[in-house]
T-cell receptor, first 115, second 112 residues
Framework: AQSVSQHNHHVILSEAASLELGCNYS??????LFWYVQYPGQHLQLLLK??????LVKGIKGFEAEFIKSKFSFNLRKPSVQWSDTAEYFC?????????????FGKGTKLSVIP | DADVTQTPRNRITKTGKRIMLECSQTKGHDRMYWYRQDPGLGLRLIYY???????NKGEISDGYSVSRQAQAKFSLSLESAIPNQTALYFCATSDPQGREQFFGPGTRLTVL
């Protein structure tokens, strides 16, 4: 069974600090990987995704993530956070095959950015 | 962008009541999903449907049922609501290859 582990439940940073949120997954095959963001009171929005190719993926709002296959990891990074990045972040994994439908989410990491 | 819409957005109901949450999409996707989100647990899959005649249980289907009335509509029902079904419910669709999912705005359900 596939699973996703997000290392931090709640991260508190000051504005301009660098961010790295950890994500490790368990799946016995080729994967598609995602980071979603949920701003307070809003729905899930896709930040970035990895299907294949360059393991360093750039997303919206200055976020990026690196897929390290040997470590089963897909960590999210941002060099300088802003107060508006305060949100909950979810990592998700899905098998890459056409018959794979199950998108499995991590439990989420809350990010609080202090002005 | 309102490609995936959900109604109602908020609902308060009482234990034992039947309630239906509705989802509509204009993306033309065949695949649709229902998730619930609980604090600290992330999103968990309740039901999914690959087309109008294909409905499947997810990891937490007990206490829920679904109906796929058309390609664009996928409804979630709680036949007899209980307080531990208080949660945020999301509908999603995915592209034909099933690679990416697109989420609706969510329905916040409170069962008293």
């Amino acid at each position: 069974a596939q699973s996703v582990s997000q290392h931090n439940h709640h991260v508190i940073l000051s504005e301009a600090a660098s961010l790295e949120l950890g994500c490790n997954y368990s799946y016995g095959g080729t994967v598609n990987l995602f980071w979603y963001v949920q701003y307070p009171g809003q729905h899930l929005q896709l930040l970035l995704k990895y299907f294949s190719g360059d393991p360093l993926v750039k997303g919206i709002k200055g976020f990026e993530a690196e897929f390290i296959k040997s470590k089963f990891s897909f960590n999210l990074r941002k060099p300088s956070v802003q107060w508006s990045d305060t949100a909950e972040y979810f990592c998700a994994v899905k098998g890459a095959g056409a018959g794979s439908y199950q998108l499995t989410f991590g439990k989420g990491t809350k990010l609080s950015v202090i002005p | 962008d309102a490609d995936v819409t959900q109604t109602p957005r908020n609902r308060i109901t009482k234990t034992g009541k039947r309630i239906m949450l509705e989802c509509s999409q204009t993306k033309g996707h065949d695949r649709m999903y229902w998730y619930r989100q609980d604090p600290g647990l992330g999103l968990r899959l309740i039901y999914y449907s690959f087309d109008v005649k294909d409905i499947n249980k997810g990891e937490i289907s007990d206490g829920y049922s679904v109906s796929r009335q058309a390609q664009a509509k996928f409804s979630l029902s709680l036949e007899s609501a209980i307080p531990n079904q208080t949660a945020l419910y999301f509908c999603a669709t995915s592209d034909p290859q099933g690679r990416e999912q697109f989420f609706g705005p969510g329905t916040r359900l409170t069962v008293l």
